[in-house]
């Protein structure tokens, strides 16, 4: 496993600046590279984070930790029904009132932000963005797959995954799509604030 990075922006900062308030919030992107072997196969995984904050509180962070952050990222993965009851569910970019809320007790405007708050959080696989191909929604006993990725500055945590079973749906979509590689997609991968929710593990 390779150590955290910090990622850094064309303009060479390691602060990413809020585009709708620059001058004062923004936020960094944690990356790390790690391997993966599946029945006997090597490849590459890397996670990134992204930890919002103040502008100064990034600054003076970053004369703490370094460019090389101390700790791991972790996945952790849940079902739908399970985040409003879980610490990412006040995470989410939407308005407070809806936060933490199960889906079914929303009205029409709540469905809506939920809908876009966790639509980067879905965890899918044979994602080709570059053929316009969405790919397939993993589910569990009938519910979405949310994917998360937080930094553990311990670097005791582990990740914690929920296996999907919509088997005969990825069958269909590799039959119409054969070129295209049923990887699961990163959501954290690419993205900047308010797209995404992430947290940092406290000490």
């Given at each position: 496993?390779?150590?955290?990075?910090?990622?850094?922006?064309?303009?060479?900062?390691?602060?990413?600046?809020?585009?709708?308030?620059?001058?004062?919030?923004?936020?960094?992107?944690?990356?790390?590279?790690?391997?993966?072997?599946?029945?006997?196969?090597?490849?590459?995984?890397?996670?990134?984070?992204?930890?919002?904050?103040?502008?100064?509180?990034?600054?003076?962070?970053?004369?703490?930790?370094?460019?090389?952050?101390?700790?791991?990222?972790?996945?952790?993965?849940?079902?739908?029904?399970?985040?409003?009851?879980?610490?990412?569910?006040?995470?989410?970019?939407?308005?407070?009132?809806?936060?933490?809320?199960?889906?079914?007790?929303?009205?029409?405007?709540?469905?809506?932000?939920?809908?876009?708050?966790?639509?980067k959080l879905i965890k899918r696989t044979g994602v080709d963005a570059e053929n316009n191909i969405a790919g397939v929604e993993l589910t569990?006993?009938?519910?979405?797959?949310?994917?998360?990725?937080?930094?553990?500055?311990?670097g005791e945590d582990v990740d914690t995954l929920v296996a999907h079973d919509n088997v005969a749906e990825l069958k269909a979509f590799n039959?119409?799509?054969?070129?295209?590689?049923?990887?699961?997609?990163?959501?954290?991968?690419?993205?900047?604030?308010?797209?995404?929710?992430?947290?940092?593990?406290?000490?």
């Amino acid at each position: 496993m390779s150590k955290i990075t910090l990622e850094k922006s064309e303009q060479g900062s390691v602060i990413f600046a809020s585009k709708s308030n620059p001058s004062e919030h923004g936020h960094l992107r944690l990356v790390q590279s790690t391997f993966s072997r599946k029945r006997g196969y090597v490849d590459i995984v890397t996670k990134r984070c992204i930890v919002p904050g103040t502008i100064k509180g990034l600054q003076l962070m970053i004369e703490d930790i370094g460019v090389n952050p101390k700790g791991i990222l972790v996945i952790k993965e849940l079902r739908e029904s399970d985040l409003p009851y879980s610490d990412f569910a006040y995470d989410l970019n939407m308005p407070s009132e809806y936060k933490g809320l199960p889906v079914d007790e929303l009205d029409s405007d709540g469905v809506v932000a939920y809908e876009k708050a966790i639509s980067k959080l879905i965890k899918r696989t044979g994602v080709d963005a570059e053929n316009n191909i969405a790919g397939v929604e993993l589910t569990s006993k009938g519910e979405r797959i949310l994917r998360f990725t937080v930094w553990d500055e311990t670097g005791e945590d582990v990740d914690t995954l929920v296996a999907h079973d919509n088997v005969a749906e990825l069958k269909a979509f590799n039959a119409l799509h054969p070129n295209v590689k049923t990887k699961v997609e990163e959501p954290a991968e690419k993205l900047a604030l308010p797209e995404t929710a992430v947290l940092g593990k406290e000490k």
